[in-house]
């Protein structure tokens, strides 16, 4: 129901766009959120998003850096990264909600699987 893709390998400094398509029983989508586990970490909030009007918040961590964005007609959110860090090295993680579009991940009904963050030096 929810599919991230565009993760990879990238140097420092780099960009990179992540996408998160939503289908199925996700059809009213109240925000969107995106999420990390970096190696030997707890998974962490990076950036949310309310869909109707598109009000945004994020982690100190990647203010100025990620912009996260949706497009209401292909019921799609994205997460674009830019200046990234070896730091940003995680497993990025989609979530949407129907009720929330904040920082606690245990707020998420739904979650896409996971797309895989590189960041060399």
């Known amino acids: 129901q929810l599919q991230a893709s565009g993760g990879g390998l990238v140097q420092a400094g780099g960009s990179l766009r992540l996408s998160c398509a939503a289908s199925?029983?996700?059809?009213?989508?109240?925000?969107m959120g995106w999420f990390r586990r970096a190696p030997g970490k707890e998974r962490e909030f990076v950036a949310g998003?309310?869909?109707?009007?598109?009000?945004?918040y994020y982690a100190d961590s990647v203010k100025g850096r990620f912009t996260i964005s949706r497009d209401n007609a292909e019921n799609t959110g994205y997460l674009q990264m830019n200046s990234l860090k070896p730091e940003d090295t995680a497993v990025y993680y989609c979530?949407?909600?129907?009720?929330?579009?904040?920082?606690?991940?245990?707020?998420?009904?739904?979650w896409g699987q996971g797309t895989l963050v590189t960041v060399s030096s």
């Open positions: 199925g029983r996700i059809f009213s989508i109240y925000g």
């Open positions: 979530a949407a909600d129907l009720n929330t579009y904040g920082a606690r991940d245990y707020e998420y009904d739904y």
């Open positions: 998003i309310r869909w109707r009007d598109g009000r945004t």
